[in-house]
Every structure is written in C-alpha cells, then in structure tokens.
C-alpha cells in the first residue's frame, strides 16, 4: 500500500487558530502524473473539506532555483488559482526540507508559473513573497446591476459605492456600515456571473488599508476566510484609489481572517506581490488509492 505524506498550513497568519487552512500533499511525479490521479486528488480534496487541498511534485531543477508542478482543488472542483495553497506549499515543502530559505519556488500549473521566494528576518521569521499576475479590471458583465448585487448581499443599493469586474472576481465596495451587516444569500451570489464576489471597504481599524470578505458558492467556498488570489485584483483596485503601491489588506470572516501586504511594482504593471506568513498545525499521511 503506497502511502504520501501531507502537511496542514494555517495562511496568512502565524496564530494556529487565524488564516485560511489548506492541506498539502507531496507526491513524487509518478503518482503526480499517473492516469486518473486528479480524481483521486479530488476524492481527497473532498475528505478533507477544507476550502482548498493542493498537490506539488518536484520537477527537474533549475540552477539554484526549485520547480513543482501543482494542482489546487476545493471540496468540488479544481481550482485554476489559489493563493492560500500555493502559499501554504511554500510553507510546507520549506517546513519538510524539500527546499532552502534562500532558493526560489517556480510552481507549473495548467495556466501559469507562479515564483515564490522567501524573506527571512534578523529574527528568523519567515515570509513568503509571491509574484502572481494582475487581475485586470474588466467590463462587467449582464446580471451584475447594482440591485441584483445588493439582493444577493442582503443590503441596500445605497451602501454599495462601486461595481467592478477583476478578472473573474466581482469586487463590491461598500461603505463601512454596510460591510458590518452583510447577510449573503449563497445561492443568488452562486447565479451571477462567476459566483465569486469580493466585498470591500475601507480599513476598519488603524491596521491596513481596506478590509474585504470573499464568498464563492459556486465551487463550493461559501466563504473563504483569506484569499490570496482575490487579492490580485483589489491591490491595484485600491492602489488607484489611495494611491498607494504598497498595501496592506485585512480579510476576515466572523471567526477568523489573515492579512496580505501587497506591492505594484510600476515597472511591470501586470504583476502583483503578496508577502505573507503561514504556521503549520498538522502533518500525517494519505494512502494513494
């Protein structure tokens, strides 16, 4: 019986109780790539009922550089983009000796190459700087009207300051009483468009820049507690509004939230960094099936 070893991440935070959680499973390429593997990686995905599960495999090495292939699922589908678990694979494979601090991480996914590196502090404290593509802000499309929206929040049309399209993510901003009292009804958000609804507004508190929720009933995330690739769109949305290049964003649900601190470089306007933390709280084996 062939079994894998997996490592629990804790995103966006250092506490064990804060962040998203994402598991992470680490297979060599012949059970990565083996016929029928991504069905098995979703019965897993749907086992552990965490948001997202994701499995990296090394590729063959660059020089001083590390290279997986990756693949992200949620308890339904696979996932074309996640920060929290391309974040939380930086963790784990640092966490089990599989790379060193000081060397990059290319990740290969059907879409993209996503390059992580880390930051480490006098004090040894470990931050992992993703470099991930900009979510452009786009037309919106039919259904997205300002009262279809506030009905699937459950507010007034009056507390929504602005619509905008970021790629697949629908960005809401609204005003700070709004955001305290939001009720969404997950089956209207999963009927529009993507289903994927970014709601914001500004900071809350003297930490950050602006605060947001994200909800994606369609692939089975009700509410996602942080979301880095979400992110990728309300940097530069709120950058344009602040103007500001570094940021900082606080997303919560009730029980718990992370944050991302971002930066827009001016010369590559279509990249996005998120530096970020994660702890991880468990780790255990899988039996491949």
Request: with cysteine.
């Amino acid at each position: 019986m062939e079994v894998v070893p997996f490592v629990q991440v804790n995103a966006f935070t250092r506490e064990l109780s804060q962040g998203n959680p994402a598991v992470v499973v680490l297979l060599q390429p012949s059970a990565f790539h083996r016929q029928g593997a991504s069905v098995w990686m979703q019965k897993v995905a749907h086992e552990k009922n965490l948001n997202a599960t994701a499995f990296v495999s090394p590729r063959e090495r660059a020089e001083g550089d590390a290279a997986y292939d990756i693949k992200w699922f949620s308890p339904l589908v696979e996932l074309t983009m996640c920060g929290h678990g391309t974040l939380s694979s930086a963790v784990a494979l640092l966490d089990c000796g599989q790379v060193l601090p000081t060397q990059t991480i290319r990740f290969y996914n059907r879409t993209n190459v996503l390059v992580c590196r880390y930051e480490v502090a006098p004090d040894q404290r470990v931050r992992v700087v993703l470099d991930f593509p900009v979510k452009p802000i786009c037309r919106l499309p039919p259904g997205t009207s300002r009262e279809v929206v506030a009905t699937a929040l459950g507010v007034s049309t009056t507390g929504i300051l602005d619509i905008q399209l970021a790629l697949n993510d629908v960005i809401v901003r609204v005003d700070k009483e709004t955001f305290s009292t939001l009720k969404p009804d997950f089956n209207r958000l999963s009927k529009i468009y993507t289903g994927r609804f970014a709601v914001t507004t500004e900071a809350l508190s003297d930490v950050g820049d602006f605060q947001s929720r994200f909800f994606a009933p369609r692939i089975g995330i009700n509410e996602d507690p942080v979301t880095g690739s979400a992110h990728c769109g309300l940097g530069p949305y709120w950058s344009s509004i602040l103007s500001k290049k570094t940021l900082v964003g606080y997303q919560s649900t009730p029980t718990r939230g992370g944050f991302i601190e971002m930066h827009l470089n001016e010369e590559y306007l279509d990249r996005v960094q998120l530096k970020c933390e994660g702890v991880v709280v468990g780790r255990g084996i899988l039996t491949v099936l």
